[in-house]
């Protein structure tokens, strides 16, 4: 058996076979950082998680990168209401969403480029792009890539250009060349950010930024990008018409991936939409496995269902697994060999089942079904007397396996233990702060930090985390 991704380019599952072997380049969407990150935005990052640790665990060396927007409408328009500077509100968040990845327990990407920091890449790119006559420039300064000189537009999301045309219901603008045309520099306007370009100053439009810190960061050539199914259309239909016509490369990305998106009842959990759970919210209820056991308990293709129901499931299926990881009875008289030669066997069965279920498309629903079935034989082997000698080969497996998934089973009485503890130091701490014995408050934090424990203050109180 050999890895199966599905291709969103071609439709279908393919033998995965990086360019250059046992490497993968891999890009993925990431967020624009504008304000809090909810759980839509932890879903995308989480299902990237695993896929990167599928790929190590069998032996890949993958070159994880994830772009942050700092430059955008949404920033500039946010920044105004607020009345700070769109670069201090993206620095802002881009912070907090650093402490959002290390708290959900993600791998941390390679690189994380930001628009601002490539310019000059971002200008290169569509500089080469006018130069081969696939973009244009008006006379304000605004440039703009010219969808018929790519005639295979559309082949990501399965659109012609007459579709897309038919689909503009607002009036075009008429000083496009043609309506599908879309922007890859906006001339600068009075209180908004801008840099110098050789046709005039002015800020990257949106989807340009991915094409150029690909570029900068992993090449002409990409193996995996990656994204939720929102951004087939326009955003990476858009990309591969840059990228390719730029580098005269095709194809641009070997395998497409894309995540369906995070559901409230009918509707995507999104900002527009007012359904959104934030991470921070969801995190002051609910450890970060428990997250991401809801993101593993359904394909991640599929839309996945956010309510009080998913989320009690993924508690509880937590929970199952963890118990596989409970110790034996210290009385326990032991197995004979024969019962306990076959708990090794079953192990070894699991990691197989587990294996073949990862290898399918990332199927993690059964991956995790291998678990639960190893757990029961766990559980079984326990209660027929197993000591902890016999127990432990298989509770290694088990672990091995979680690990891949990113979740951690080692039993947690340790963590769960000091919370209390942690919080009433800070509720003394902010007390102290309060009357303004900055001396002692301080001493609470550095001695905290000494242990590992470290104190964040925000606008919403302090926050502590491990490490
Ligand atoms: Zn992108």
């Given at each position: 058996m050999a890895l199966q991704v599905y291709n969103t380019l071609t439709r279908k599952k393919e033998l995965f076979e990086p360019r250059e072997p046992g490497i993968v380049r891999m890009y993925v969407c990431g967020p624009t950082v504008y304000d809090k990150a909810h759980l839509g935005h932890a879903m995308s990052v989480v299902v990237y998680d695993v896929i990167r640790r599928y790929l190590e665990y069998r032996g890949y060396t993958v070159r994880h990168v994830m772009n942050y927007t700092d430059v955008d409408d949404k920033i500039i328009r946010r920044a105004r209401e607020l009345g700070v500077s769109p670069m201090d509100l993206a620095e802002h968040y881009i912070q907090e969403f650093e402490r959002h990845m290390r708290e959900l327990g993600l791998m941390q990407p390679h690189v994380k480029p930001r628009v601002s920091q490539e310019i000059p890449w971002i200008i290169r790119v569509v500089e080469g792009l006018i130069e081969k006559g696939h973009a244009y420039v008006l006379e304000n300064g605004d440039v703009y890539f010219h969808v018929p000189s790519k005639p295979d537009y559309g082949k990501l999301s399965g659109r012609s250009l007459d579709e897309l045309v038919e689909g503009y219901r607002i009036e075009p603008d008429p000083r496009k060349k043609h309506p599908a045309d879309f922007a890859l520099w906006k001339a600068a306007k009075p209180g908004e950010p801008s840099w110098d370009a050789p046709w005039g100053p002015g800020r990257p439009g949106w989807h340009i930024e991915c094409s150029a810190m690909n570029l900068h960061h992993l090449g002409e050539q990409l193996d995996i990008h990656g994204g939720g199914q929102d951004l087939i259309f326009p955003h990476h239909e858009n990309e591969i018409a840059q990228s390719e016509s730029y580098t005269?490369?095709?194809?641009?990305?070997?395998y497409w991936l894309h995540n369906g998106l995070l559901m409230v009842g009918e509707s995507k959990m999104a900002k527009s939409e007012k359904n959104f759970v934030t991470i921070d919210d969801f995190l002051k209820e609910h450890e970060a496995d428990v997250f991401r056991m809801m993101v593993l308990?359904?394909?991640?293709?599929r839309p996945l269902a956010f309510s009080d129901a998913t989320v009690q499931q993924a508690e509880a299926a937590l929970a199952r697994l963890r118990g596989g990881m409970k110790p034996a009875n210290p009385q326990a008289p032991g197995l004979d060999a024969g019962p306990a030669a076959e708990l090794q066997h079953q192990a070894q069965e699991a990691r197989q089942a587990f294996i073949a279920a990862m290898d399918d498309d990332f199927n993690t629903p059964e991956a995790l079904a291998a678990l639960f079935t190893l757990v029961r034989h766990i559980n079984k082997a326990r209660e027929a007397g197993a000591t902890d000698a016999q127990l432990q080969p298989a509770q290694e497996v088990l672990l091995e396996l979680g690990g891949v998934l990113g979740l951690d089973l080692l039993p947690k009485t340790g963590a769960v233990d000091v919370q209390p503890f942690i919080q009433l130091l800070l509720e003394v701490r902010e007390e102290l702060r309060k009357q303004r014995l900055w001396p002692l408050a301080d001493r609470i934090r550095d001695r905290l930090a000494e242990l590992g424990v470290r104190v964040e203050d925000t606008p919403a109180g302090p926050r502590w985390y491990l490490g």
């Open positions: 005269g490369r095709a194809p641009f990305v070997r308990q359904s394909h991640y293709r």
